[in-house]
């Protein structure tokens, strides 16, 4: 049963169309994860299904006993509840009933048997809908979700930015709407919190929509995947990796289909220049023919291209020592709340560390110590020889909101001509007025691809990376990626980005343990030595489902031999079309001069009805052979 529908959705904000037609449906239990490039509309397209926005056209459709509740992707809670609180008030019914319930009670004791039937069916229903586990529940979400002992009787309005959206997170999960809209839900978690939230989430019988650059928790929760380009969006079955191949596939076959069209098209009108050169009442009935059909041909598109992307590539300029840093016996507290303790490490030249640990680790701030902003407790750290830091902040402190994007980087390296800069912010899609934007009216993802450019013109030998990929869409990431990929220097990174450890972990250094576990290998090695340690973290279960190999292998081996056939047969019949072309060249030339000659030119004249009837069957042979090999 359908349970939400989007029909022809169009947004537009002044002149700038967000979204040109976006339609989709979902039936109940359906899990949908939306993708696009950072300004694609995706989280205007959950305001809109909530009616926090109103569409320019089209309409949304929900079915009338579904409820619907949304976590923005900033959701912030302001209340003088306290944490525990707050939480139970997901549950509004169940504490009103246990309210009624306590205020019959008082009745019974008081002597008043009249309400005894009916303070029994409420403690039955009370029972029957969670009553009596709902607040242990509450109790165990918020320690999924990162709360401390010490912060269940905080007031809400004391806790941070992060604490607020991980509480308003778990309070919408606690007691789910029919239909659930998150947007980026896993901002501010864990990794352990992560591998929950994807447990609970896939258990789920509601249907779930979410916006979300988390390719990880895209593969793991979602059954479909809209994917929103230039406005308008394409539905995919599966989950995120299934759609990144199918999307693909469907880009080859549109463009392959395209070029064939234009390959037949091409050929269809050199047959009727040729046929208008015969100037025969046959052949001018066959271009005639073969023009109408060309009208009457639904015409294909081409691919449209691909959204910009960034391009990137880190020079580690000059190179470092082997021994690019060590640590030893590093502690660091704030006041009562303490971070991490004996932490002793050594970083060589080449390795690519993650450095993880649950929130309050002091994992963003054993970066800024290393890069000089605060001082440990205790412990020392030390650079080796020749290193080049390059430390990226994942709040952009950095940058300075007076000034324009060109100023920010000009500044920094104002020996660099003007060329030069626009050059380099170009790579980084700023382009023509971007560039005289003031940086404090960026967005996030503008201001991390301003820092990536400052990082990039550099030429660091080692990269402290803070959440990275923070503010990225998923294109950004990949182009981040890949250029670390290919850098020759050294990489210590903080990062909740599991897809983005995964490619590049050469070792993981957890400091959320006690004693802290440093790891040598990847991150899925990783993931299996903490679960073997302590069982407290799920490995992701693959969806790939294993095919019979025989029968796929005879499949495989019957098509590839009908291609080559196929192919076999286009190339045989183009050197026929090209040689019996150039012939009836010559044999029209051997008519004009044999014009006196009688039994020769009906001789000539026969040979040349023959070609012209071979070139005609070569000609629809090899389109019909072309149209069955666009099928593989």
């Known amino acids: 049963m359908i349970s939400v529908s989007c029909d022809n959705i169009k947004l537009s904000f002044g002149a700038e169309d967000i979204l040109c037609g976006v339609s989709f449906a ?7 994860g939306i993708v696009g490039v950072n300004g694609a509309g995706k989280s205007s397209l959950l305001k ?3 009616g926090q926005y109103d569409a320019t056209d089209g309409g949304v459709y929900i079915s009338k006993d579904k409820t619907v509740g949304m976590l923005s992707q900033n959701a912030v809670l302001e209340s003088s509840l306290t944490v525990y609180e707050e939480m139970l008030s997901a549950y509004d019914e169940l504490l009103k009933t246990e309210k009624e319930i306590a205020g019959l009670q008082m009745r019974i004791d008081n002597g008043d048997e009249s309400v005894i039937s009916a303070f029994t069916q409420l403690n039955e229903k009370f029972a029957k809908n969670g009553g009596f586990e709902y607040k242990s529940r509450a109790m165990s979400f918020l320690y999924k979700l990162g709360f401390e002992e010490g912060d269940i009787s905080k007031p809400v309005n004391v806790l941070s930015g992060g604490q607020k959206t991980r509480l308003a997170l778990g309070k919408l999960i606690l007691n789910p709407p029919d239909i659930l809209l998150l947007d980026e839900p896993t901002n501010h978690l864990d990794t352990q919190t992560l591998f929950w939230l994807e447990d609970i989430l896939s258990q789920m019988s509601q249907t779930i929509i979410t916006v979300s650059h988390d390719r990880y928790f895209l593969d793991k929760i979602c059954t479909k995947i809209l994917d929103i380009e230039y406005g308008k969006g394409k539905m995919y079955g599966g989950n995120y990796s299934s759609f990144v191949v199918a999307k693909e596939k469907d880009r080859e076959i549109q463009k392959r289909h395209y070029d064939n069209q234009q390959r037949k098209i091409a050929q269809m009108e050199a047959f009727i220049e040729q046929q208008k050169r015969w100037n025969r009442e046959k052949n001018i009935i066959a271009a005639e023919s073969r023009q109408k059909a060309i009208d009457r041909m639904v015409k294909l598109d081409a691919p449209e291209k691909l959204p910009d992307s960034v391009r990137m590539r880190f020079d580690s300029g000059s190179e470092s020592g082997q021994d690019v840093l060590k640590l030893d016996k590093m502690s660091k507290s704030f006041g009562e709340k303490h971070l991490f303790s004996d932490v002793s490490f050594l970083i060589k030249k080449g390795d690519f560390a993650f450095i993880t640990g649950k929130n309050g680790s002091g994992k963003s701030t ?15 750290y030390e650079f080796g020889y020749n290193i080049r830091i390059g430390y990226y902040d994942q709040e952009n402190q950095q940058l300075s909101d007076s000034k324009t994007v060109l100023e920010e980087l000009w500044d920094e390296f104002p020996n660099a001509t003007q060329t030069e800069i626009r050059s380099a912010l170009a790579l980084f899609l700023f382009r023509g007025d971007d560039i005289k934007k003031t940086v404090g009216n960026l967005s996030g993802g503008e201001k991390a691809r301003l ?4 990082l990039i013109m550099r030429k660091n030998n080692v990269l402290l990376l803070d959440e990275p990929t923070n503010h990225l869409d998923i294109p950004t990431r990949e182009a981040l990626e890949n250029a670390l990929v290919d850098f020759e220097g050294t990489v210590i990174s903080v990062s909740h980005d599991r897809y983005f450890i995964k490619k590049l972990a050469s070792r993981v250094i957890d400091i959320g343990r006690s004693p802290m576990l440093d790891h040598h290998g990847d991150y899925e090695s990783y993931i299996a030595r903490i679960s073997q340690l302590d069982g407290s973290v799920q490995t992701s279960q693959k969806n790939d489902t294993v095919s019979d190999s025989k029968a796929q292998y005879l499949e495989n081996k019957k098509n590839q031999a009908e291609k080559r056939k196929l192919e076999n047969y286009i190339k045989k019949t183009k050197d026929f079309i090209e040689k019996s072309e150039k012939k009836l060249e010559a044999l029209e030339k051997e008519i004009e ?4 000659d009688y039994m020769k030119l009906m001789e000539l004249d026969r040979e040349k009805t023959d070609l012209e009837e071979q070139l005609l069957e070569a000609y629809e042979g090899i389109e019909e052979a072309e149209e069955k090999l666009s099928a593989f």
């Open 26 to 32: 979902l039936n109940d239990g359906d899990r949908l």
């Open 366 to 380: 054993l970066l800024k110590i290393l890069n000089g902003r605060m001082y440990p407790d205790s412990g020392t």
């Open 48 to 50: 809109i299904i909530t």
């Open 593 to 596: 001069a044999s014009a006196c």
């Open 451 to 454: 820092t990536l450019s400052k």
